[in-house]
């Protein structure tokens, strides 16, 4: 299996443009997240999924747009890249709906914004 | 904002050494898990421990957890050149599970 899956890895992108990360996880999981990673700010939450057709904002969900496409697939799109969002992208996925438990991540989508 | 805070920063030990490094949170927790993560990697994790625990092991791993100094301590035995990582802990209600910032532990042969 290969849990969950990001693509691409990595990304440049210019002031402006748009972009969507992609992720799938193969473990039949109910619920996905998409965190941010910056040097000394730790993980932060951007948006997350319960469950297949729902989605939340998390602690920093300006400026991205999610989709749970399936139960597999859960997409995060920048519209109009700001190198305020240079930064390392990790989805992960849980087995519940309620959250609280173990996350099984991603190797991380890295995008730099010029 | 980050629920969790690890200290020290940052920990270089030699190898065969134990490394301890601690979380501090604020609210009320469920349940505080630990995850390891290995340069350029996604994280990881390692064991969780429930608000009625007061000490779990795993392996070499062992976590401790204080509800009422609201903090957590992760005990690595034996260190391991492979244990170079940078290890998290995360807290959280529901979904909205935050991370601290870190701690990033070498071990040196």
């Known amino acids: 299996n290969a849990g969950v899956t990001q693509t691409p890895k990595f990304q440049v992108l210019k002031t402006g443009q748009s972009m969507t990360l992609q992720c799938a996880q193969d473990?039949?999981?109910?619920?996905m997240y998409w965190y941010r990673q910056d040097p000394g700010m730790g993980l932060r939450l951007i948006y997350y999924?319960?469950?297949?057709?729902?989605?939340d904002k998390g602690e920093v969900p300006n400026g991205y747009n999610v989709s749970r496409l399936n139960k597999r697939e859960f997409s995060l799109r920048l519209e109009s890249a700001a190198p305020s969002q240079t930064s390392v992208y990790f989805c992960?996925?849980?087995?519940?709906?309620?959250?609280?438990?173990?996350?099984?991540f991603g190797e991380g989508s890295r995008l730099t914004v010029l | 904002s980050q629920q969790g805070e690890e200290d020290p920063q940052a920990l270089s030990i030699q190898e065969g050494e134990n490394a301890t490094m601690n979380c501090s949170y604020k609210?009320?927790?469920?349940?505080l898990q630990w995850y390891r993560q290995n340069s350029g990697r996604g994280l990881v994790h390692l064991i969780l421990?429930?608000?009625?625990?007061r000490e779990k092991h795993s392996g070499r791993l062992r976590v401790t957890l204080d509800t009422s100094k609201k903090s957590s301590s992760l005990l690595i035995t034996a260190s391991r050149a492979a244990d170079t990582a940078s290890y998290f802990c995360?807290?959280?209600?529901?979904?909205?599970?935050?991370f601290g910032t870190g701690t990033q532990l070498k071990v040196e042969l």
């Open positions: 995360a807290t959280g209600g529901g979904n909205k599970l935050t």
């Open positions: 992960a996925s849980s087995v519940g709906t309620r959250g609280s438990g173990e996350l099984f």
């Open positions: 421990i429930r608000s009625n625990e």
């Open positions: 609210t009320s927790i469920n349940n």
């Open positions: 999924s319960a469950s297949e057709g729902t989605t």
């Open positions: 473990m039949n999981h109910n619920s």
